[in-house]
C-alpha cells in the first residue's frame, strides 16, 4: 500500500510546520560552516530543507514520496526559494554531487524496515560525503514503542478554510523484530461532508543504540558519538530519541 500520499502531505503540513528546534540548534551551525554542499535524504515536504535555504545553505533534497516533493516545491515555489529536489528511495541514491555534511532528522530512518536495505542506504550516505564529511541521523530507541496496541486512535487538522483532516491510526507492535506497523486512514470533511479518504500502512522500526551504532561502522563511519535529542547530553540506555554523529574518514 502506498504512503505519504496527497491527504497525507497536506496533514503533515498541518501538523507539523516548523522543525523541531532542538535538532535544528544541532544542525544550523553545522551546515552554515561544514565545507561543501548538504544533503537531506528523506527531506519530505521540507520542514528541514526550506529553513536551511532561508538561511543560504547550499542544500539537496531528497525523497521516495512525489506528493511530499511536490509539497516542498510549491512551499519553495512561495519564498521565492529554489530546491534541488530528486524523487529517490534512500537505499538507491544516486546523486551527482558529494556532501561536506547529511542529515536525517525525525527518526525518519526507522521508515526503512528491511535490515538490508538500512545497511545499503548507510553505505550509500558513505559514499556521498566528502572525505571528512559530517552524517547526523535521528534514531528512536525501543523505549520509544507504542505504549497501546490493536487500539484506534486519532487526530484532526484544521485547514485555512475551515475544512477537516482526521487521522485514524491502528498499532501493531511486532515485539520480536522491533517495528510498529500502523494502518492509518486519513478522511477530508469539507463543511461537514467526507469527500475523501486515503488508507496507508506505515511500518517503523525501533532501534537499540548499540545495533545502529555497529551498522554505522560497518558502513565505513568514524568517531560514533550519539546524544540524548532534547537535551543534547550524551545518550543513555533510558532515551526514546537519539541522535548519532559521526564521519567519513
Excluded at 12 to 28: G, I, K, T, W
Excluded at 82 to 102: C, E, I, M, T, W
Excluded at 156 to 183: C, F, M, P, T, Y
Excluded at 198 to 206: A, D, K
Aim: hydrophobic share 35%; aromatic share 8%; net charge negative.
Amino acid at each position: 500500500m502506498e504512503a505519504y500520499r496527497k491527504l497525507c502531505t497536506a496533514f503533515y503540513d498541518l501538523a507539523m510546520p516548523e522543525p523541531h528546534e532542538n535538532s535544528m540548534a544541532l544542525y544550523r551551525p553545522i551546515a552554515q560552516k561544514v565545507a561543501g554542499p548538504v544533503l537531506e535524504p528523506m527531506c519530505g515536504s521540507g520542514r528541514y530543507l526550506i529553513p536551511m535555504l532561508e538561511l543560504g545553505v547550499d542544500i539537496d533534497g531528497t525523497d521516495a514520496s512525489e506528493h511530499m516533493l511536490a509539497s516542498c516545491r510549491q512551499r519553495c515555489a512561495e519564498r521565492g526559494l529554489k530546491a534541488n529536489l530528486s524523487h529517490q528511495y534512500l537505499q538507491q541514491l544516486d546523486l551527482p554531487r558529494k556532501y561536506g555534511f547529511v542529515f536525517i532528522p525525525a527518526g525518519s530512518i526507522g521508515l526503512i524496515t528491511d535490515l538490508n536495505e538500512v545497511q545499503e542506504s548507510l553505505n550509500r550516505i558513505y559514499a556521498h560525503l566528502l572525505p571528512g564529511g559530517l552524517f547526523s541521523v535521528e534514531i528512536e530507541t525501543l523505549n520509544a514503542r507504542p505504549a497501546t496496541s490493536d487500539l484506534w486512535k486519532g487526530r484532526w487538522v484544521e485547514r485555512s478554510d475551515g475544512a477537516k483532516i482526521v487521522l485514524s491510526e491502528l498499532d501493531q507492535w511486532d515485539e520480536e523484530n522491533g517495528i510498529n506497523r500502523s494502518l492509518n486512514r486519513y478522511e477530508l470533511f469539507e463543511d461537514g461532508v467526507l469527500v475523501a479518504t486515503e488508507l496507508e500502512c506505515i511500518e517503523v522500526r525501533y532501534y537499540e543504540l548499540g545495533a545502529f551504532k555497529s551498522m554505522l561502522e560497518d558502513a565505513g563511519f568514524q568517531h560514533v558519538t550519539a546524544y540524548n535529542r532534547y537535551t543534547h547530553d550524551k545518550a543513555t540506555s533510558e532515551d526514546t530519541a537519539i541522535v548519532i554523529e559521526c564521519s567519513r574518514p
